[in-house]
């Protein structure tokens, strides 16, 4: 099993910044791919960025420039620094941690709020 945890969401004005942490415990594995997610109210939840063990990253276009994605293998964490924020940046940001077949876990989110 995998426990998922994330911290750093609240609020913050347009053009602010907030650093987003989520840490994974259990059995973890080398491979994992780690990854943020967000959820805007009435709305799908979608990609914001992942990282793999290796540094490997992808991010959505709608964050590309702003928000940087990294990890500390040694601690399984990984973070989310977010720059320039938007008011349509506001969302639930969800935590993913991607063992493929070996299963694929959630955090419980963390709002984050951006005012204009």
């Known amino acids: 099993q995998v426990q998922v945890v994330e911290s750093g969401g609240g609020l913050v004005q347009a053009g602010g910044s907030l650093r987003l942490s989520c840490a994974a415990s259990g059995s973890i594995f080398s491979a994992t791919v780690m990854g943020w997610y967000r959820q805007a109210p009435g709305k799908q939840r979608d990609l914001v960025a992942t990282i793999t063990s290796g540094g490997y990253t992808n991010y959505a276009v709608a964050v590309r420039g702003r928000f940087t994605i990294s990890r500390d293998n040694a601690k399984n964490t990984v973070y989310l620094q977010m720059n320039s924020l938007k008011p349509e940046d506001t969302a639930v940001y969800y935590c993913?941690?991607?063992?493929?077949?070996?299963?694929?876990?959630w955090g419980q989110g963390t709002q984050v709020t951006v005012s204009s």
């Open positions: 993913n941690v991607d063992q493929g077949t070996l299963g694929k876990y």
